[in-house]
């Protein structure tokens, strides 16, 4: 088992920054891949990035050079930094962690809007 917190969320204005954390505990040992999807009102949930336990990133198109995954070398944590936000960004963002096992684990979400 595989517990995920989200954190980090809030309140931004355009052209601003937030980092999101997703904290992992558990057998964090057997995570292999951590990702971040987000949904906003109304429309699928969207993969936004992922990182592997081999370091390798990966974005969708529509956040690369503005996001930016990272993890902490003990792979109990993941960040997203997320600069130059737009009112597009608005969404509830989710910590997805998939295991070599072939678990996957959720998060409850954390609410990031975008507004002036």
């Known amino acids: 088992q595989v517990q995920v917190v989200e954190s980090g969320g809030g309140v931004v204005q355009p052209g601003g920054s937030l980092r999101l954390s997703c904290a992992a505990s558990g057998r964090t040992f057997t995570i292999n891949a951590m990702r971040w999807y987000r949904q906003a009102p109304g429309k699928e949930r969207e993969l936004v990035a992922v990182i592997t336990r081999g370091g390798s990133t990966d974005y969708t198109d529509s956040v690369k050079g503005r996001f930016t995954i990272s993890r902490d070398n003990a792979w109990n944590t993941v960040y997203l930094q997320m600069s130059s936000l737009k009112p597009e960004d608005t969404a509830i963002y989710y910590c997805?962690?998939?295991?070599?096992?072939?678990?996957?684990?959720r998060g409850q979400g954390t609410q990031v809007t975008v507004s002036s």
């Open positions: 997805y962690v998939n295991t070599v096992l072939g678990s996957i684990y």
